[in-house]
């Protein structure tokens, strides 16, 4: 493929994600933007964290039993897929969000379950491994970010003792968390798809600014709210089969998500929206996401 038509890709592709050149050139796909193009062991690690990253405790019912890890979305940050990589660059603070999913050596139920450190330094960079799918991610502050092999040997690499808080590749999964993901309802392939397309587009915008998804907690276009103040926040995500839910009363505008789900530049291929009496409902193949705004602008 000729260079400049990949370069349009790349910056079509960072026009929407808010990616620099660098983390946008190595997402491409081939013949696509690369957002939702992965292997199925990331396919199946997005979904999964997108039940962490989208439940409250406060929020969820009693038949569900997911370690909330809403606090990540607390830091500023950009989502930067890969084929078969998860890439977070967080200019700020990138220990302490990458410390809101992963759990304690001595406490595994305080963390998504399997996460594991491979390799990682004191400020900087975080390279992880989730047991259960194999798959990689990535928690850095930069987009050029230094490679596994780099981390692994330097002198500034964390050891356990270092890090006290975070367990290492090594540490097998355990039986409580192995409890936890045969907790979690099955899933249809497309639903997997749309959960992991929630996650990859946290940090979504419109170049035109007609939209913006804001990290799930900025308003950025600072558009005027239609209804009262905030209620107590909720987000909740669950579901089974081929139909879920997604309830939310906060940012991002609930059209904002359908846009960032659907728009032909970057939205998952094949999907439809159509509004609801509850608010939208996203469509792919036979499995249906519902996306239920209780927010004061509903």
């Given at each position: 493929?000729?260079?400049?038509?990949?370069?349009?890709?790349?910056?079509?592709?960072?026009?929407?994600?808010?990616?620099?050149?660098?983390?946008?050139?190595?997402?491409?796909?081939?013949?696509?933007?690369?957002?939702?193009?992965?292997?199925?062991?990331?396919?199946?690690?997005?979904?999964?964290?997108?039940?962490?990253?989208?439940?409250?405790?406060?929020?969820?019912?009693?038949?569900?039993?997911?370690?909330?890890?809403?606090?990540?979305?607390?830091?500023?940050?950009?989502?930067?897929?890969?084929?078969?990589?998860?890439?977070?660059?967080?200019?700020?603070?990138?220990?302490?969000?990458?410390?809101?999913?992963?759990?304690?050596?001595?406490?595994?139920?305080?963390?998504?379950?399997?996460?594991?450190?491979?390799?990682?330094?004191?400020?900087?960079?975080?390279?992880?491994?989730?047991?259960?799918?194999?798959?990689?991610?990535?928690?850095?502050?930069?987009?050029?970010?230094?490679?596994?092999?780099?981390?692994?040997?330097?002198?500034?690499?964390?050891?356990?003792?270092?890090?006290?808080?975070?367990?290492?590749?090594?540490?097998?999964?355990?039986?409580?968390?192995?409890?936890?993901?045969?907790?979690?309802?099955?899933?249809?392939?497309?639903?997997?798809?749309?959960?992991a397309a929630l996650v990859v587009r946290i940090s979504a915008r419109d170049p035109h600014q007609t939209w913006d998804i804001?990290?799930?907690?900025?308003?950025?276009?600072?558009?005027?709210?239609?209804?009262?103040?905030?209620?107590?926040?909720?987000?909740?995500?669950?579901?089974?089969?081929?139909?879920?839910?997604?309830?939310?009363?906060?940012?991002?505008?609930?059209?904002?998500?359908?846009?960032?789900?659907?728009?032909?530049?970057?939205?998952?291929?094949?999907?439809?929206?159509?509004?609801?009496?509850?608010?939208?409902?996203?469509?792919?193949?036979?499995?249906?996401?519902?996306?239920?705004?209780?927010?004061?602008?509903?």
């Amino acid at each position: 493929m000729p260079a400049s038509n990949r370069r349009t890709r790349r910056d079509l592709r960072r026009s929407f994600t808010g990616e620099d050149k660098i983390a946008a050139e190595r997402g491409l796909g081939r013949a696509c933007l690369g957002l939702d193009r992965c292997s199925l062991g990331q396919r199946r690690l997005r979904a999964l964290l997108a039940l962490h990253l989208f439940n409250r405790y406060e929020s969820m019912p009693d038949h569900v039993d997911v370690y909330s890890a809403h606090a990540f979305l607390s830091y500023t940050m950009i989502a930067s897929p890969e084929y078969d990589r998860m890439v977070f660059i967080v200019p700020s603070a990138v220990r302490n969000a990458f410390g809101r999913l992963i759990g304690h050596p001595r406490d595994l139920q305080l963390g998504m379950p399997g996460l594991r450190l491979v390799a990682g330094d004191w400020s900087n960079t975080f390279h992880a491994i989730h047991l259960p799918t194999d798959a990689r991610a990535v928690f850095a502050a930069r987009s050029d970010f230094e490679p596994l092999s780099a981390v692994s040997r330097s002198s500034g690499n964390l050891t356990e003792r270092q890090t006290g808080s975070f367990p290492f590749a090594d540490v097998p999964l355990s039986a409580e968390e192995q409890n936890s993901l045969d907790r979690i309802p099955p899933m249809t392939a497309e639903i997997e798809t749309l959960l992991a397309a929630l996650v990859v587009r946290i940090s979504a915008r419109d170049p035109h600014q007609t939209w913006d998804i804001g990290n799930w907690w900025g308003a950025p276009l600072r558009r005027p709210r239609r209804g009262g103040g905030w209620k107590s926040q909720e987000r909740f995500l669950w579901g089974a089969g081929e139909r879920w839910t997604l309830r939310w009363n906060e940012d991002p505008y609930p059209e904002d998500l359908v846009a960032s789900l659907t728009t032909p530049e970057i939205g998952v291929d094949g999907t439809s929206s159509e509004k609801t009496e509850s608010g939208w409902a996203v469509k792919l193949g036979r499995s249906e996401l519902s996306l239920d705004y209780t927010g004061p602008d509903a």
